[in-house]
Nanobody, 128 residues
Framework: QVRLVESGGGLVQAGESLKLSCRAS????????MGWFRQVVGKEREFVAA????????WYAGSAKGRFSVARDNVNSTMSLQMNSLNPEDTAIYYC?????????????????????WGQGAQVTVFS
């Protein structure tokens, strides 16, 4: 079983930065694709960023491109999301996810259904 735990959420002012972390435990996720998603109450969960199993490739939603950066450390089973220039539209619960389907692949889907393992989420609130 894979357990994912997010940390680093909080309340920040528009224009500031925040870094989320995700720690995996249980089964090794070193070959899994991993991603970040976010969800606002009453809306569907949406893709933010993902990274290949090796960390060599990363891709982003349009809203995150140029502002967010995803990275992973397979030795310590962690993944991070550095978020810069935050704005109130970034307010959401942020989820860490891992995809076994994407094991060993250079590219992983940005679809929610392609990720089998999820954390419980971390709240990010950005005020103007």
């Amino acid at each position: 079983q894979v357990r994912l735990v997010e940390s680093g959420g909080g309340l920040v002012q528009a224009g500031e930065s925040l870094k989320l972390s995700c720690r995996a435990s249980g089964r090794s996720i070193s070959t899994y694709g991993m991603g970040w998603f976010r969800q606002v109450v009453g809306k569907e969960r949406e893709f933010v960023a993902a990274i290949s199993w090796s960390g060599a490739k990363a891709w982003y939603a349009g809203s995150a491109k140029g502002r967010f950066s995803v990275a992973r450390d397979n030795v310590n089973s962690t993944m991070s999301l550095q978020m810069n220039s935050l704005n109130p539209e970034d307010t959401a619960i942020y989820y860490c996810a891992a995809s076994e389907k994407c094991s060993g692949s250079a590219y992983c889907s940005d679809a929610v259904g392609e990720y089998e393992h999820w954390g419980q989420g971390a709240q990010v609130t950005v005020f103007s």
